[in-house]
């Protein structure tokens, strides 16, 4: 009797193990760690040049990225989106498009690797790409193993063409052939937020899309018949509950930027502050050729870059919102904070902020600022000359859809 209870527990005990052992397998399943610590920053190809895409104009983006001083801001990978593919060769390995891409993308990838970026491509987890381009299905260990071999840094993977597929297998797929591959390449999930990637995709990549497609415009969606791109707004809603799922390795990504694409200054700035302080991912998709002044300096603004980059990897939260103006909070290294406010709205508006009757309170972080008993000095990070303290009133004017964002800093280790 006795013995026999005992087997049955030692069998148990086995049985528990394995699946013990092969949960762990499962949830921390292939990925390269300590790769992409603050969301990456680059530029892709989409948002701009759809499927005009050809090793000229890769080389030309590569090389303003460094002229341009956005390389020394951050920026690093140069990512090719869908279209740069030929057809699969007798192996089944994939060619790039020999007319737009002649030199091909190992001699590609070493001249983006000398200038000190990286390189990034795209592939789809379907039979096609969204374009109908070959898909990487069935093809995931030899497409990983080729792009490692051309020495490729960063790999977008897409949603089209899926049908009887299940994203988090899909993705672990491809997850497993990148580790396989042996090149330490970020994995960037573009289901568009459909499966809940949140939920799945810390163990098998660094970002996810939360969302479908951005477009270039602050608050509209525009409607393609059976799916819609949205607007800088739309996305910014739809990153609400998100939060504590990201963090340093594992980013919620609201899609690439659309600064420099057609909105105002205003709206690109508000666009681009939000993102960071979403600690997303900031990648470009704007012509870097030929970018104005203006979108140079906003994509360059390290001191808005930095509260994207900040090594705590929180993203940041909605403290409050009133007639379409809202308030953000984003809790940074030091004890200090960024706080961005957002006018939504299509008219110009006044804004006032008493920071002595506030208090923020973050219930993820256990952070919390008590503006009544702490003085913080605060800086514009969009107007260098402006700055304050918040033991004044806060009164701005603030054109139609437009961002205030300061930094700040504990007043008591601002004067050490
Ligand atoms: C999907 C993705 C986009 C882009 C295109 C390319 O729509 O979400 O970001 O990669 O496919 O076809």
Redesign the pocket.
Known sequence: MYKSESKFRLAALASLCLAASLLSVNSFADKFEHLAMTPPMGW?S??HF??NVDEKMIKATADMMVKSGMKDAGYEYVNI???WHGERDANGRIQPDPKHFPSGMKALADYVHKKGLKLGI?S?AGWT???GKPGSRGYEFIDAKTYAEWGIDYV?Y???ATDGLKAEGAYMTMSKAVKEAGRPMILSI?E?GDNKPWNWAAPLGQLW?TT???YACFDCEYDHGTWS?WGVLQILDMQDGLRKFAGPGHWNDP??MEVGNGMTLAEDRAHFSMWAMLAAPLIAGNDLRNMSKETTALLTNKAVIAVDQDALGIQGFKYEAEDGVEVWFKPLVNDEWAMAVLNRNNHDTKFEFRWRHKAVKDELTKRSIDFNADEYSWQDLWDKDNSGSTKDFLKIKMERHSVFMVRLTPKAKDAK
Do not use: E, V
Request: aromatic residues 16%.
């Open positions: 892709n989409w948002n759809g499927c989106d869908d279209c795209y789809d790409t969204c374009a977008k897409d949603w089209c573009c568009w899309r479908g497609d951005i791109s899609d690439m």
